[in-house]
C-alpha cells in the first residue's frame, strides 16, 4: 500500500510531460500555418495576363456544357487562394478587380448550367408525354383493326349462313328463327347495340373537398369487351388551331357485364361556378364520345351530359343517343350546343391553368391510372 502514493505521482509526472509535448508541437504548427498565410506571392502584370487568359479560355469551356456544380467548385477554389493572397503587400487593386471578375464569371456560369439543366428536363419530361400518346393511340388503332377483322369474319359468317339456309329450303319460320339466334349470339360476341356511359355525380372526398365524381355505367343488355375509357377535363393549349389537351385517368376493362356504376374520378371545381369535361369511351362493337357540362347550383353541383356515337370522320355530325340533365340543372343552359371535341365554342381554361388546378383523384387504381 505504501508503493500506490509513489506511482501515482510517477503516473501525472508523466501525464504532464506527454501534455506539454503535445502543446508544444501544436503551437509550432500554429507558428508554421501563421508564417504560411504570409508569405508574400510575387504577382506581376504578366501573370495577370496568363491569368486573364486561363479566365478566357474555363469561362468558354464551360459555357460550352458545365455541368451544375463545377463552376462552385472553381468559385471555391478561388476563395482559398484570395485568402492566401489578402495579407500580401502586393495584392493590389488591379489583382482584387480580376478576383472579383473571375468570381462573378464562375456565378454566371453556375446560374447559365442550372438554367440549362432544368431546360433539358423539360424537354425530356415534353417527350415522354409525347411517347406515352403515340403509344396510347396506337393500342386504340391496334383495337380499331381488331373491331374491322371482327366485323368481317361477322359477315363471313352470316354470308355462309345465309347459302346454307337456301340450300336446305327451310321455312321463313325456321329461317327467322335461326337467324335471330345467330344475330343474338354476334351481339353477345360483340356488345351488339350496348354502349357505355359516364355518369357525374357530386362528391365530398376525405380531405373534406368537394368534387364531381365520374362512374362508368353499361347502357344494354350486352356485356362490352375491350373496354377502354378516357374522362378528365379538356384544357386549350392553341385557340388559334384548336388543339386541347386532356388531364384525367385512363381506364382498361377487359369485360363489362353487370350494371353496376363503376367510380373512376373525383375532379375539383375550387373558385369555378361551370367546367366542361370530356369521356371518351371505344369497345369492340364502336365508339362514343361523352360532352359534360358541370355548374354550380345553390353550392350543389349539377351536370348535364351527352353521349355521342362517333365514328373516324363523323365530327360536329356525330349521332346523339343520350342527352340527361340533373333536375336542378340550369333551364337557361339545358339546350346550350355541345359538340364533340376539340370544340372551339366552349370556354376552355388554358392550358397554363392546369399546374395551379388541384390534383384530381383516382377512385379505381386498379383499372385506372392518370394520364398527361
Avoid at 350496348?194 to 356485356?223: A, C, M, N, W
Avoid at 375509357?229 to 385557340?239: E, I, L, M, N
Avoid at 366552349?346 to 398527361?372: E, T, V, Y
Amino acid at each position: 500500500m505504501a508503493r500506490l502514493p509513489a506511482a501515482i505521482g510517477q503516473f501525472g509526472h508523466w501525464m504532464r510531460l506527454r501534455g506539454d509535448r503535445a502543446l508544444a508541437v501544436a503551437n509550432g504548427l500554429y507558428v508554421r500555418l501563421i508564417r504560411a498565410g504570409n508569405i508574400n506571392i510575387p504577382y506581376s502584370w504578366t501573370a495577370a495576363f496568363f491569368q486573364g487568359i486561363a479566365i478566357l479560355g474555363c469561362e468558354v469551356l464551360w459555357i460550352r456544357g458545365a455541368p451544375p456544380g463545377v463552376s462552385v467548385a472553381c468559385l471555391a477554389v478561388a476563395a482559398v487562394v484570395m485568402a492566401f493572397r489578402i495579407n500580401a503587400k502586393n495584392f493590389g487593386r488591379a489583382e482584387q478587380i480580376i478576383w472579383i471578375a473571375l468570381s462573378a464569371a464562375f456565378l454566371y456560369v453556375e446560374i447559365s448550367s442550372i438554367a440549362a439543366d432544368r431546360t433539358e428536363a423539360s424537354a425530356n419530361e415534353i417527350r415522354n408525354r409525347s411517347e406515352e400518346r403515340a403509344k396510347f393511340e396506337a393500342v386504340i388503332e391496334q383495337g380499331r383493326a381488331i373491331n374491322a377483322k371482327q366485323s368481317e369474319d361477322q359477315k363471313v359468317q352470316e354470308r355462309k349462313f345465309a347459302a346454307l339456309l337456301k340450300q336446305g329450303g327451310r321455312s321463313i319460320k325456321d329461317l327467322e328463327d335461326v337467324a335471330g339466334k345467330v344475330s343474338e349470339g354476334t351481339s353477345f360476341a360483340s356488345g351488339g347495340d350496348t354502349y357505355p356511359s359516364i355518369f357525374p355525380y357530386e362528391l365530398i372526398t376525405e380531405d373534406g373537398r368537394q368534387r364531381v365524381g365520374f362512374g362508368l355505367s353499361k347502357q344494354g343488355k350486352y356485356p362490352l369487351f375491350d373496354l377502354r375509357v378516357s374522362v378528365g377535363r379538356p384544357y386549350s393549349v392553341s385557340k388559334e388551331n384548336n388543339q386541347e389537351e386532356l388531364f384525367g385517368t385512363s381506364c382498361k376493362f377487359p369485360e363489362m357485364s353487370t350494371n353496376w356504376n363503376f367510380p373512376l374520378l373525383a375532379a375539383s371545381m375550387d373558385g369555378e361556378s361551370a367546367a366542361y369535361f370530356e369521356a371518351d369511351m371505344f369497345a369492340r362493337n364502336g365508339k362514343w364520345e361523352e360532352v359534360i357540362d358541370v355548374r354550380r347550383v345553390e353550392g350543389k353541383l349539377v351536370s348535364r351530359w351527352v353521349i355521342f356515337q362517333t365514328t373516324d370522320f363523323s365530327g360536329p355530325k356525330s349521332k346523339v343517343i343520350e342527352d340527361l340533365a340533373d333536375q336542378t340543372f340550369p333551364p337557361d343552359h339545358r339546350h346550350d350546343v355541345l359538340q364533340p371535341f376539340p370544340n372551339g365554342a366552349l370556354p376552355l381554361p388554358d392550358i397554363s391553368q392546369q399546374q395551379k388546378a388541384i390534383p384530381n383523384l383516382i377512385l379505381s387504381p386498379k383499372q385506372c391510372a392518370g394520364f398527361w
